[in-house]
């Protein structure tokens, strides 16, 4: 069974780069498709999709933070991560990681981290 396990700083200051680390056992981030995505609930409001990478190692990015929002992944160590620069308070969040199947199966969620951006 895969499991997904995020990992990351938990606390950043303002207008620094975050970089959170999605680790994946029991499956191949390359496995034919399948596509990892990255979501985030900021305390009190709905979740948000931020952005995904698939097996082919293309990604896509919410069109709200394309701009200072990136995913890569690592074959090797079978993990994926996601760069956000410029952050801000409004990005204090649980971040989450997780796995779909082509076709909107969303069968595999990390336990989340908590990402705080503060002075």
């Known amino acids: 069974q895969v499991q997904l396990r995020e990992s990351g700083p938990g606390l950043v200051k303002p207008s620094q780069t975050v970089s959170l680390t999605c680790s994946v056992s029991g499956g191949s981030i390359t496995a034919t498709n399948y596509f990892w995505h990255w979501i985030r609930q900021p305390p009190g409001k709905g979740l948000e999709w931020m952005g995904l990478?698939?097996?082919?190692?293309?990604?896509n990015c919410s069109p709200f933070l394309k701009s200072r929002t990136s995913i890569s992944r690592d074959t090797f160590k079978n993990e994926f991560t996601l760069q956000m620069s410029s952050v801000t308070p409004e990005d204090t969040a649980v971040y989450y990681c997780?796995?779909?199947?082509?076709?909107?199966?969303?069968?595999?969620w990390g336990q989340g981290t908590q990402v705080t951006v503060s002075s």
């Open positions: 990478i698939d097996y082919s190692g293309d990604s």
């Open positions: 997780l796995r779909e199947y082509a076709g909107g199966r969303y069968d595999s």
